[in-house]
């Protein structure tokens, strides 16, 4: 919660009120909730609700909706294009340089605090949207649905915003276990 | 996707988000399992990605910070009484 607030408030601070008086708001108006929503997506909206009202003057009222359009257009290539081979060579479209498998790596350095840490910065990199739902839904856990619903987003643009977090998210992993492979042991 | 039957490495990638949430036609399905079965670089691409969704789910939902939980317990007494 405090994570979805902080993309509207300016400080942790508010951000930490925000989540306190929708506590307050969900507690208050439990009579009212209908159950036309999951409990869930009601206390989120709430969530946003007052967190936008708190980060109003700093922060844009754009909604998600376009957000979301402008996140997924124009396209955006999962892997670098140069890292397949062209038309003109042996195998159009094929790998050039294809993924190193994982395994090699031990399991204590995929697990590493530094490697997770990779992970979180990668994260904190993405556009506002991606990087909302990749939260929501790999580190959360929410489904698909309740991402969709409480963005109010088609599925479309959540698997595409989806898809571009997770490919930025590997392609840093990759560049990290990368070097760590060179780097004198 | 493609005006042939066969899927590209390159065109394989941009539908692994797809595969992996079940989205993909039974057809699709069959051509990206068949291409990956075949292919090293596209099984170890799929395994990363796996791995990626592994990793990011290690990360754990941020905390409250403690005076901000103090305060909450705070305001349910108060709410409560």
């Not at chain 1, 081979?85 to 790998?95: A, E, I, L, V």
């Not at chain 1, 963005?151 to 595409?160: A, G, H, K």
């Not at chain 2, 036609?25 to 069959?30: F, I, L």
């Not at chain 2, 292919?39 to 796996?50: A, I, K, P, S, V």
């Amino acid at each position: 919660m405090l994570r979805i607030a902080s993309l509207y408030t300016p400080s942790r601070a508010v951000a930490e009120d925000v989540v306190q008086e929708t506590w307050l708001g969900v507690l208050q108006g439990l009579d009212r909730f209908e159950g036309r929503s999951s409990l869930k997506t009601w206390i989120f909206r709430i969530l946003t609700n007052r967190a936008k009202t708190r980060g109003q003057r700093e922060r844009r009222s754009i909604p998600f909706s376009s957000l979301a359009d402008r996140e997924t257009d124009p396209s955006e290539p999962a892997v670098d294009p140069s890292r397949f081979q062209s038309d003109d060579d042996r195998f159009p479209h094929g790998w050039a340089s294809p993924p190193a498998s994982w395994d090699e790596v031990p399991e204590e350095r995929l697990l590493s605090t530094e490697t997770l840490s990779k992970v979180e910065e990668a994260i904190a990199e993405l556009p506002e949207m991606q990087r909302l739902v990749i939260t929501l839904r790999d580190i959360e856990g929410w489904s698909s649905q309740e991402v969709c619903n409480f963005l109010d987003i088609s599925e479309t643009n959540q698997r595409v915003l989806l898809h571009r977090a997770r490919s930025k998210v590997r392609r840093a992993l990759e560049e990290y276990l990368a070097s760590e492979e060179k780097a004198p042991a | 996707m493609t005006e042939d039957q066969t899927l590209t490495c390159q065109e394989l990638v941009e539908l692994v988000t797809s595969y992996l949430e079940g989205g993909l036609s039974d057809v699709d399905r069959a051509r990206f399992e068949e291409h990956v079965a075949a292919c090293d670089g596209c099984t170890n691409y799929l395994e990363q990605m796996r791995t990626t969704i592994r990793l990011t789910g290690m990360l754990t939902p941020e905390e409250l910070s403690d005076e901000a939980s103090r305060d909450l317990l705070g305001a349910f007494r108060t709410w409560r009484a």
